[in-house]
């Protein structure tokens, strides 16, 4: 069964950092474009951050660039979101997903498969 599974949101001050997991099952993820979405409340989805599987180059929203750092490793077939400076508007459930065609989007039509989401509140 495919699944990506995200862990580690949480609640934290302003300026604080989260590091964000999200773990593979049911197929590798060496091949698949990983993106990081958000979706706050009344607002709609973003894309924040997306990792080439090809070279791994990196993409990050203006909203998050400076702050977040994405990276991949391999071979526990798990894709990590470091959050740093959080600010109280970085608040929003945070999704990993995985593109099987290798798009390199921050687009969310792209992405075959979702995790189930992981809460981020940041207060002031």
């Known amino acids: 069964q495919v699944q990506l599974v995200e862990s580690g949101g949480g609640l934290v001050q302003a300026g604080g950092s989260l590091r964000l997991s999200c773990v593979a099952s049911?197929?590798?993820?060496?091949?698949?474009?990983i993106g990081w979405f958000r979706q706050a409340p009344g607002k709609e989805r973003e894309g924040v951050s997306c990792i080439s599987s090809n070279d791994g180059s990196t993409y990050y929203s203006d909203s998050v660039k400076g702050r977040f750092t994405i990276s991949r490793d391999n071979a526990k077939n798990t894709v990590y979101l470091q959050m740093n400076s959080l600010k109280p508007e970085d608040t929003a459930v945070y999704y990993c997903?995985?593109?099987?065609?290798?798009?390199?989007?921050?687009?969310?039509?792209?992405?075959?498969?979702w995790g189930q989401g992981t809460q981020v509140t940041v207060s002031s």
């Open positions: 997903a995985a593109d099987s065609l290798q798009r390199y989007s921050p687009e969310s039509m792209y992405y075959d498969y």
């Open positions: 049911g197929f590798t993820l060496d091949y698949y474009d």
